[in-house]
T-cell receptor, first 113, second 111 residues
């Protein structure tokens, strides 16, 4: 069974569209994250949720809105997609705090045309 | 300026050889430092996590060292294998919820 899963794996869309990426973890973890990895392979944290509550919200445009329906899911919705949003988005989870080992999903490659 | 600097940016080694990757950080206060391995097209996988009081930690052929005084860490790969070809990312945590990532070192192991 996949510990942290994301869908879709690839997403190609036009500028201006709205899209969502889903993430689920079956590890029983309390904390989930979204990361963006740009073309230079730099990972940047975007959001962190602990037990469905937002605990980290880095400087991210408000076009990005995370939603956590329960502690096993953290979805990422992006409005009005821009070219610069093209990247690989990783979901991750950890038992509790950031200091615990984080388990990453396989990533979603988003391409905005 | 990034608070976590890794070097070299990339390196190529022959199978069976050893190599060492460097990570220097300015993050303060310091909680822990971790090394991740990221294979192409996949998410990062944790190799080691070290707290302030730990100087070295091993995970198979991977050995990480930490000098919290000089704020330096290294990751040593022993007897490299083709499967070691990946990007290695150094991550420093300053508290429960803030992480700083290095840009990674890309290692290519050739037969």
């Amino acid at each position: 069974d996949t510990a942290v899963s994301q869908t879709p794996k690839y997403l190609v869309t036009q500028m201006g569209n709205d899209k969502s990426i889903k993430c689920e973890q079956n590890l029983g973890h309390d904390t989930m994250y979204w990361y963006k990895q740009d073309s230079k392979k730099f990972l940047k944290i975007m959001f962190s949720y602990n037990n469905k509550e937002l605990i980290i919200n880095e400087t991210v445009p408000n076009r990005f809105s995370p939603k956590s329906p329960d502690k096993a899911h953290l979805n990422l919705h992006i409005n009005s997609l821009e070219l610069g949003d093209s990247a690989v988005y990783f979901c991750a989870s950890s038992q509790d705090k950031n200091t615990d080992t984080q388990y990453f999903g396989p990533g979603t490659r988003l391409t905005v045309l | 300026k990034n608070q976590v600097e890794q070097s070299p940016q990339s390196l190529i080694i022959l199978e069976g050889k050893n190599c060492t990757l460097q990570c220097n950080y300015t993050v303060s206060p310091f909680s822990n430092l971790r090394w991740y391995k990221q294979d192409t097209g996949r998410g990062p996988v944790s190799l080691t996590i070290m707290t302030f009081s730990e100087n070295t930690k091993s995970n198979g052929r991977y050995t990480a060292t930490l000098d919290a005084d000089t704020k330096q860490s290294s990751l040593h790969i022993t007897a490299s294998q083709l499967s070691d070809s990946a990007s290695y990312i150094c991550v420093v945590s300053e508290n429960d919820y803030k992480l700083s990532f290095g840009a990674g070192t890309t290692v290519t192991v050739r037969a």
